[in-house]
């Protein structure tokens, strides 16, 4: 079979899997949307309506009921794509539904279906929630005709799990005979239930996105545990809800053998698909030529804090420029590494380029060898923190890299070359940092130091990573690094037993773009090509002595020195 059978092939049966997503997904929430309709109006029609009785659970099952209805109602009209995708089967209608308005949809929808009134027909409730995963599973599939080399099958399969289990630990708000702390035990039930279901709907639309992934986030987990231990506390008088006893443990072991395996969340392959403002997403391909010289492509998307949109493209090189392009150009995958500006193509495999901007020209193709990303996402905690300015991912910290691009003329020659990819999104590039990115070719180390802003304090991040003889390395802030600058210039980063001396030779620095708000309104300075020393201990016994030919630094500030000096 051609590859482009092949390709046609998989298209193929990646669109029979998003119908049927799609088709699981919206009976789950006629289902439920028509069961909880039934339900509430025979809850007002009944001989004995719920206002009728003084019991504050019924009062809320009704009226939050209802609410739920309309707001899942006006959210499906908005989600009218999702629908016309059932009749019409078009590729391309498929391709632009929303999963966060999917989700949304699933989740307002499901807020009604967590309140027990005397009307609930629990059976058709889960025929609805087994549809429901039943689709999400077929998202994962989805997904899983896809190259994504750094997916494997027990991380879809353990995400998918605890999403379930998760669900299942979502406390349905019921009537209690508990007299003396009824109202204690029916507004926490209510808090905990809406919370949890609110929970539910960003990891659905995060599982969604990315075609199957969940994180292990800490925030969601603590609340979750201590909530539905009260509620099974408090009502130990009355019955232990052991449905969500038991989920919940499930749901904690399930938790914590995601955390030890894969960390905190991935950040997805791109988020900026619903940003409306301030908003910037950017890859940086790093690419070292037979020669020893080093050329940075940057491919970025762009939302300004006016709303206006665009795309644009860097080389980071002798005679190296950029490119501004229409955001019409520009198109992204959520679910693997896969961006596409203008002729210009990004993804796991490689790269191809086509770019003429006045008298600025590049093209080329290169190819990946196998990526290697970091263990765990490397902002590790801060990854789960949101309203972050600036969020960083390592894409692959070594891989090989074969091909050649021409840039203005000088051509760059990939012979089994060392290759690195690393992507940032938010509003801004921090106002003050440092960042460094070396290899000789079998060991890499990138190391950033930055002043990070959040929720009106400061303070000083350190993220690094050193890969080297088939070990990676991490010390950063959340692990108690620390980093100081030197007189000499050079930078030394220590963590317990271990210390990273990063020592400049050469600088050759270039003029970058560099987002504030979103725009590219800033400018910075990059020496792509500048030997560094890189010197790594344990204990003060030497583990990598590396000088790189090519490495890169980044400096930006008010001192050009190390953020917090």
């Not at 109006?41 to 009921?65: C, L, Q, S």
């Not at 009355?238 to 995601?258: K, R």
């Amino acid at each position: 079979m051609t590859v482009e059978a092949n390709g046609r092939k998989q298209n193929e049966k990646a669109g029979v899997f998003r119908y049927l997503f799609v088709l699981l997904v919206i009976l789950y929430f006629l289902l439920l949307f028509g069961e909880r309709t039934a339900a509430v109006v025979m809850g007002f029609t009944a001989d004995e309506p719920f206002w009728t009785k003084d019991d504050p659970a019924r009062w809320y099952a009704h009226i939050v009921t209802l609410a739920s209805l309309i707001a899942a109602f006006i959210a499906a009209i908005v989600n009218g794509r999702a629908f016309a995708f059932l009749f019409t089967r078009s590729a391309e209608c498929g391709k632009r539904i929303s999963m966060r308005r999917m989700a949304l949809m699933s989740g307002l929808v499901l807020v009604g279906g967590m309140a027990h009134t005397d009307f609930t027909l629990l059976a058709l409730q889960f025929v609805a929630y087994g549809l429901f995963f039943i689709g999400l599973a077929f998202r994962a599939a989805e997904a899983g005709t896809k190259s994504r080399p750094d997916i494997g099958v027990m991380r879809l399969v353990l995400s998918f799990a605890y999403l379930l289990c998760f669900s299942m630990a979502i406390p349905v708000v019921y009537s209690t005979s508990l007299v003396n702390v009824q109202t204690a035990f029916v507004t926490l039930e209510i808090v905990t239930a809406l919370l949890l279901v609110a929970a539910f709907t960003h990891l659905v639309e995060v599982y969604c996105r990315s075609g199957g992934l969940l994180n292990f986030g800490i925030p969601v987990i603590v609340y979750t545990i201590a909530a539905d231990i009260a509620l099974i506390v408090l009502r130990a008088p009355e019955s232990v809800n052991v449905f969500v006893a038991v989920f919940l443990v499930i749901t904690v072991v399930l938790w914590l053998i995601g955390r030890i395996a894969y960390g905190e969340k991935v950040l997805p392959y791109f988020g900026g698909r619903y940003a409306k403002k301030s908003y910037f997403e950017g890859w940086y391909v790093k690419m070292t030529d037979t020669e020893g010289r080093a050329v940075a492509v940057i491919l970025s998307y762009h939302v300004g804090a006016k709303g206006n949109k665009y795309a644009m493209m860097q080389f980071a090189c002798d005679g190296g420029f950029a490119a501004r392009i229409s955001a019409d150009e520009f198109e992204a995958e959520e679910d693997k590494l896969c961006a596409r500006i203008g002729d210009s193509h990004l993804d796991t495999s490689g790269m191809t380029i086509n770019v003429v901007s006045g008298e600025n020209s590049a093209s080329g193709s290169v190819r990946f060898g196998a990526l290697l990303p970091p263990r765990r996402d490397i902002m590790g905690p801060f990854a789960s923190f949101p309203f972050m300015e600036c969020k960083h991912g390592v894409v692959s910290m070594k891989h090989t890299v074969s091909g050649s691009l021409t840039v203005n003329g000088k051509t760059y020659t990939f012979d089994n070359g060392a290759g690195y990819i690393e992507k940032d999104l938010g509003r801004s590039f921090p106002s003050d940092y440092l960042w460094t990115q070396g290899t000789d070719g079998s060991s890499s180390v990138m190391a950033a130091i930055a002043k990070i802003p959040y929720m009106g304090i400061s303070f000083t991040g350190c993220i690094c990573f050193v890969y080297t003889g088939g070990k990676e390395y991490r010390l950063a802030t959340y692990n108690f690094a620390r980093a100081k600058r030197r007189a000499d210039g050079s930078t030394f980063i220590k963590r317990g037993k271990y210390g990273l001396e990063i020592t400049p030779v050469t600088s050759d620095p270039k003029r970058l773009a560099a987002p504030t708000n979103g725009d590219m309104k800033r400018e910075v300075c990059e020496s792509v090509s500048s030997e560094t020393r890189y010197v790594f201990t344990c204990k003060g016994k030497v583990i990598l002595d590396m000088t790189s030919p090519a490495a890169s630094h980044e400096v930006a500030g008010p001192g050009r020195g190390l953020p917090g000096e």
